[in-house]
């Protein structure tokens, strides 16, 4: 980067933390993003979301350095501003000359699901990433999974089930996913449809454990979906960034869990599950892969960057999930992937800061009078 490179970029706010049970790996993101984007001389500060939903501004130089993310529950004893609630904080954010780019750091519902996207829209915030369309349809499995089905896209076949309807009537619930998983193979996947992090999904061995696994899945979702088990499938990510055409398509990256499969546990457990930034699949495959990511990142209205999550098997190829605010942590395939086109983790977040002032720009500007009005 040249020496004059940093300052073409207005002053960056990253959001961290959040209200979701993602909280803990959003702060370990953010402060990733906004240490490499600091070091490269940009402006940038941190503002903690608490649990509790209140904002708090860190110190201008606060760097974590391997603080455990419990640190954070008491914001005042490192120094941060605050408590404000969000009314006053988006009022904060948006008196700032010149105004930030927001760059959203925060994983699960809340931060990734449409509403913050929403909150800052509203202000006339500039903000990274997918809007509230693409947030809301990548946070939502079954919605996705939905789209993608009627698209023709390869999706492992799954049911979705209602908290209410689980809580009214479990009997006929438990026979349903009977009926639907088999007998040939009578695992399934259950997870809270709205999150991330492998937080509330259990593999169900059989019926005495689908009871539990839907329980755990609604302490965090009203929607729970049961996906069939593919055993023996390889989980493969590919990174996709860019805001329309050409899309920028990096991988796929493979992931090996160190545990039955990829939980919360293996996902951010140093040293638990290895990753490998090329995935060894046939050509073929990898163009199929690069392809069937492109369609389904476009098909939910994503912009700016998003992971794309796979299951191989064989020469079956299926479309698990998008992710449309991935993991920036040191573990995480997403900023890495794109280093096979020479892009390093700095680079891959100014890339995205630069797709979102590029998309702000492309808004429509025109304010409306009395006199607009169809009168």
């Known amino acids: ?29 953010g402060t990733a993003i906004a240490d490499a984007l600091a070091d490269g001389g940009l402006r940038v500060r941190q503002v903690l979301i608490h649990l509790d939903g209140s904002w708090w501004w860190l110190p201008a130089d606060h760097r974590r350095d391997g603080r455990p993310q419990a640190t954070y529950d008491d914001p005042a004893a490192i120094g941060a501003d605050g408590p404000l609630r969000i009314g006053a904080a988006i009022d904060r954010l948006a008196a700032e000359d010149p105004p930030p780019v927001i760059f ?9 699901d449409g509403t913050i996207q929403g909150i800052l829209d509203a202000a006339a915030l500039v903000y990274t990433g997918s809007g509230v369309l693409g947030s809301a349809i990548g946070m939502d499995k079954a ?4 789209i993608w089905r009627g698209l023709g896209l390869p999706v492992i076949d799954w049911r ?9 009537a479990p009997e006929p619930v438990l026979a349903e996913l009977e009926a639907f998983a088999g007998s040939d193979e009578p695992r399934l996947m259950i997870k809270p449809s709205r999150l991330g992090s492998s ?6 061995h059989g019926i005495a454990e689908r009871g539990p696994a839907l329980d755990l899945a609604f302490q965090y979702d009203s929607i729970a979906i049961a996906e069939r088990y593919l055993p023996e499938a390889r989980d493969l990510e590919i990174s996709v960034i860019g805001n329309g055409a050409p899309l920028g398509i990096y991988g796929p990256g493979e992931i090996v869990a160190g545990r039955e499969f990829y ?15 090329h995935a060894e699949v046939p050509e073929a495959m990898r163009a199929a892969m690069r392809k069937l990511a492109r369609d389904a990142y476009r098909s ?16 079956s190829i299926f479309v698990s999930e998008i992710n449309t605010i991935p993991g920036f942590t040191p573990i995480s395939l997403f ?41």
């Open 1 to 29: 980067m040249t020496a004059e490179g940093p300052m073409r970029y207005p002053p960056i706010v990253v959001l961290l933390g959040g209200p979701s049970a993602e909280h803990d790996v959003s702060i370990v993101s």
């Open 104 to 112: 959203i750091a925060l994983h699960g519902p809340f931060g990734e």
């Open 143 to 146: 919605v996705q999974k939905r």
């Open 160 to 168: 979705e089930v209602r908290a209410s309807e689980w809580r009214r």
């Open 199 to 204: 937080l509330g999904m259990t593999l169900a």
């Open 263 to 277: 939980d919360y546990a293996a996902k951010y457990t140093a040293g638990l599950s290895e990753t490998s930034t």
């Open 300 to 315: 939910v209205g994503a912009e700016g960057f998003a992971r794309v999550d796979f299951l191989v098997r064989g020469e």
């Open 335 to 375: 900023p890495t992937l794109p280093a096979e086109a020479g892009l390093d983790f700095r680079a891959v977040c100014l890339r995205v800061i630069d797709l979102a002032l590029e998309r702000s720009a492309a808004r429509p500007t025109m304010a409306l009078r009395p006199e607009d009005l169809p009168r």
